[in-house]
């Protein structure tokens, strides 16, 4: 099992955005209006974004970069790191 820095965070992440989707249904069972709906849904979407940033932020640092021996290699894999780290921010 991969366990990284961020694990217990991202969990909590996860656990908060299953409690808000669980909010969102009950939205739609109580007639909501859409507009709210659709609100809470990119709000939802938002936060998986992060979560999933995280995650990639962590499996880069520790199953890729602890991984690489070769310090040329880790330069470029810094490089790379950067311009998605870049892209991950895009909206």
Do not use: P, W, Y
Not at 42 to 62: C, G, M, Q, W, Y
Not at 73 to 86: A, C, N, S, V, Y
């Amino acid at each position: 099992m991969n366990t990284h820095e961020h694990n217990d965070d991202v969990i909590r992440r996860l656990s908060r955005i299953e409690g808000h989707v669980r909010g969102i249904k009950k939205m739609l069972e109580d007639g909501q209006s859409c507009d709210q709906v659709l609100l809470q849904l990119s709000a939802v979407r938002a936060a998986l974004n992060k979560a999933t940033k995280i995650l990639l932020e962590d499996h880069f640092d520790n199953c890729v970069l602890n991984k690489n021996k070769d310090k040329a290699l880790e330069k470029e894999l810094m490089e790379f790191r950067k311009t998605f780290d870049g892209f991950l921010s895009l909206k």
